[in-house]
């Protein structure tokens, strides 16, 4: 799944290590936004614990499922 977790303040890069494989990026007024793939829900539900952990106040959450690519079904499996 992909997600979008913004947050107030900027954060320092040294804070990368808290945040698994999520970029963390500075965007105008102050906000940080912390995106990337995260394996499941599980994964998700950590980076949001560590977020409040660490004290740092949630604006916004955003996640969309990766499509995956399966096999066509043509009708002809045979069961």
Do not use: K
């Not at 940080?32 to 998700?44: C, E, F, I, K, R």
């Not at 539900?45 to 096999?71: H, I, K, P, Q, W």
């Amino acid at each position: 799944m992909h997600c979008r977790i913004r947050i107030t303040q900027h954060l320092d890069p040294s804070w990368q290590m808290w945040f698994e494989d999520l970029h963390i990026t500075h965007e105008p007024g102050g906000t940080t936004l912390l995106s990337g793939a995260l394996p499941d829900q599980a994964a998700l539900y950590g980076v949001l614990l560590t977020v409040r952990r660490l004290g740092l106040r949630l604006l916004s959450l955003e996640t969309n499922e990766t499509l995956r690519t399966e096999e066509p079904d043509d009708g002809s499996s045979a069961l």
